[in-house]
């Protein structure tokens, strides 16, 4: 299992992970190049709430979704809240946020659907995506997992959201996490500390270290775990291991811009 980035067209970019089949659906994590955006959002903002122009947000869109093959007017999106709400999407939401912020589909921080004709898409910067395929029920789902969704194990509470809604069984699920910051350049407070080592009393080694005199967490490694509980096989978790902070000429850091810059888009489309 492997994370590729991609040169799609005129300097644009794509990450896919390979352990997603490409026959059954289409997922893509942009990057920050190739799009029309003016700094501090230069150049592929794909969000419409951080003060970019709604026009090249709206050309940034169209083009990376053009190149994954992928109609942007079947955009859904949501209001992300740093919260643990789950919304199921229909083929009826298709276009839900692709042009106006206020019309995304409700305040949530995750989406699940088993209808094609729709494109999930959430935005990050340096928040974790994390990515659900359950190919027994051709369902999937897409997660914005910060520090506050993942101590609330967002995305475990996902699968179990997938499984009323579809049947999904956690064994079944293939599960992706992407591009976002990594431990080495995410520093906590000791507040926020605390709270994982009170969700994660078992791992709590493995997710928090303490180095000169800094607090470390490591989200990749709080929702790889927090999906094993959930039972999916470790065979079936794949992680980018790409860190937007240390690679910000390709990828947007909400913290190593000190908190004004755009915004990627991890997207899902069953096929």
Do not use: K
């Not at 999930?120 to 974790?128: E, N, Q």
């Not at 990515?131 to 029920?137: A, F, M, N, R, W």
């Not at 194990?153 to 999904?168: H, K, L, N, S, W």
């Not at 709080?222 to 999906?227: D, E, I, K």
Request: net charge negative.
């Amino acid at each position: 299992m492997s994370f590729v980035l991609r040169r799609m067209c005129d300097n644009l970019w794509s990450g896919r992970l390979d352990s997603f089949p490409e026959d059954r659906l289409v997922h893509g994590f942009s990057a920050r190049l190739g799009g029309v955006s003016p700094a501090p959002f230069d150049a592929l903002n794909m969000a419409l709430h951080v003060g970019d122009d709604p026009a090249c947000v709206w050309e940034n869109r169209r083009r990376y979704f053009m190149a994954l093959g992928l109609d942007a007017e079947r955009i859904c999106t949501i209001r992300q809240v740093h919260g643990t709400e789950i919304v199921r999407v229909f083929r009826r939401d298709a276009g839900r946020g692709a042009h106006d912020y206020a019309d995304a589909r409700a305040d949530a921080d995750a989406v699940i659907t088993n209808d094609s004709g729709v494109s999930l898409m959430l935005c990050y910067a340096d928040c974790v995506p994390v990515l659900l395929y359950d190919p027994v029920h051709h369902a999937m789902g897409l997660v914005h997992a910060g520090w506050r969704g993942t101590v609330q194990r967002i995305a475990a509470q996902t699968i179990g959201r997938m499984g009323e809604e579809f049947g999904t069984e956690a064994s079944d699920v293939l599960a992706g996490i992407g591009p976002s910051i990594g431990a080495g350049c995410y520093t906590v407070g000791a507040e926020v500390a605390e709270r994982f080592r009170a969700a994660f009393p078992v791992y709590a080694d493995e997710i928090i270290e303490e180095r000169a005199g800094e607090i470390h967490l490591d989200l990749w490694a709080a929702n790889r775990l927090q999906l094993l509980e959930a039972g999916v096989a470790a065979d079936n978790i794949d992680c980018a291991g790409i860190c937007t902070s240390c690679e910000r000429n390709f990828f947007y850091s909400y913290r190593a811009a000190g908190g004004r810059t755009g915004r990627l888009a991890a997207v899902m489309e069953l096929r």
